[in-house]
Structures are given as C-alpha cells and as structure tokens.
C-alpha cells in the first residue's frame, strides 16, 4: 500500500500508516457481502457480536442502505481500499442509546455518537482507528453545524477502542454499568466525549445560529477540499483545505 512507510522503531522495522488518504461513502447494497466478512473476523466478531450471514446483514443495513435510518453507515477507505465501517448517528435519534447514556451522563441535545471497526487485523494497533475516529470527529463540526458534542460509549475492556478514542482527542467523563454488545462482557464502560471546538460555536454564532448561509458555501467548498460526505478528508498539506479551515475557524 502506497501509504506505508518502513522505520526501525526500537530495532525493529515495523510499517506506519500514517500518511495514507482516508475517505469515507455511505454503505451501498453492493458492500453488504464485504460487510458480512468483516463482521465474522474474529476481533470484530468479539465486540460487534453482530450476526454476520447475509441476510441478517441485509437485514439490519438494509434500511441504511436504502437511506431509510436517521444515522449514517459509512465504508472508510484507505487510499481507495475499504478498511472498515464507521457508524454516525444522533444520540436522541436511537431512544435506547439515548436511555443508556441518560443513565450516566446529560446528554445534550443533537449530541452524535460514533462506532466503527477496523476490519483486517493487520492494520490494527498501527494509529489507523485514531486517526479514523480523529478525521469524523473533525468532519462532524462542519457537517451539521448544530451539533455540540461527540459522545462514545465503550466497554471497559475494550483497551484498543479506548485507547484509540485518547488517542483521537476524546476525553473519559465517566463510567458506569451500560448493556453490553457481548453478554460475555461485564457492564462497565467508558463514556468519551469531544466537544465542537469554540472557534467553530463563535463564528456560528456570528452567523446568527441556526442559518447556514454563509456556512452553506464554506461546507460545499470543503466538500470538494476536505471530504464532507465522502469526498477527502482535510490535508493539512494541501493549501485549499488550509484556506476552508481558515474559513472556518477550525
Ligand atoms: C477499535 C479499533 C477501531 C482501534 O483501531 P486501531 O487502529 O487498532 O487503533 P490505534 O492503533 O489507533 O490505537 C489503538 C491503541 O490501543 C492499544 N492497544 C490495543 N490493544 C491493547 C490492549 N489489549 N491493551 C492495551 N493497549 C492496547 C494500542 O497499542 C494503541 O495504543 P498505542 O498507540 O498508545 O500503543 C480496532 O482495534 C478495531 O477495529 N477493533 C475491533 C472492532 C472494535 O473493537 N470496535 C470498537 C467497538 S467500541
């Protein structure tokens, strides 16, 4: 893959991933037998614990697929080859979530809440699922300027998920008892959170919140530079992207 780079790290060679272009698109019918693979490889399988023939993935993805859910399923790329699936949806449009986190936290209004998996495991542990985690949280500010906040519930001995949320910026507010995905698993689990930056709520306010006007143009420009809705994500070499964040304020 064009985006790795060989470095000895503690005398070993070992291979980072931290250059190649990560781009994301919604979930097709098409993807849906691709998905059932990744949903049975077996780290998957141990914290989705989704059924994965197909037709229990065409069942419960149909309605995405179809554009018929409030949230959004979407294939990650790496340099053009899907890696893996990030799953973007308000809180307060899945009651249950909703109930889970209430018994924790207050949640506010159009908060977002983020799942996602990495689905080769030999492309995890090597910063792809913070970076991953890292670029949505980003793109959510400027995709849907009222949302305050990105919450992430994990369960506790889910280290790598975690890991990767700290590594990504997110910041533990709490813990306590919420069902988990793997009856294997005790309840305990992390709640993450990232709030939208200040300088992205000055310059709403600014705009006279909730009006998109001129947001509206700045947003159709980053959808061509930085990757809203399944174009590129921002580069921070690239001097369009640094012009629309600029813009911006981010
Ligand atoms: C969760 C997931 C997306 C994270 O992606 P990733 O590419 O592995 O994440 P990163 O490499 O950016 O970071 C993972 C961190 O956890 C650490 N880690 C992984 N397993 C660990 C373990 N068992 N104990 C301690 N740390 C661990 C890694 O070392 C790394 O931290 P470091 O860079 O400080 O060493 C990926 O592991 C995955 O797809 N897992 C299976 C599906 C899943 O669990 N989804 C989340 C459901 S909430």
Known sequence: MSASHRMIYNGRAVETLGEGALTWRRLAGAD????????????????WNHEHTLEAVARDFG???????????LVVSLDGHPIGLLQRAVIGDYPEDLAEFEALIEVPDGAVELDYLIADAALRGRGLGSRMIAAAVQSTWSDDPSVPAVLVAVVAANTASWRALEKAGLTRIAEGAMSPENPLDDP?????????????????????????????????????????NGAR???????RAQVVRHTTGS
Do not use: C, K
Request: aromatic share 6%; net charge negative.
């Open 32 to 47: 849906l037998p691709m998905l059932a693979d990744w949903l049975r490889e077996p780290q998957v399988a141990r914290w």
């Open 188 to 228: 305990l689990h992390y709640i993450y959170r990232a709030d939208r930056p200040q300088q992205h709520v000055d310059r709403l306010d600014a705009l006279g919140r909730p009006t998109l006007g001129f947001l509206g143009d700045v947003m159709r420009e980053a959808t061509v530079v930085a990757g809203v």
């Open 63 to 73: 309605a995405s697929v179809r554009g018929e859910e409030p949230g959004e399923d």
């Open 233 to 239: 994500l921002p580069d921070n070499d690239d001097p």
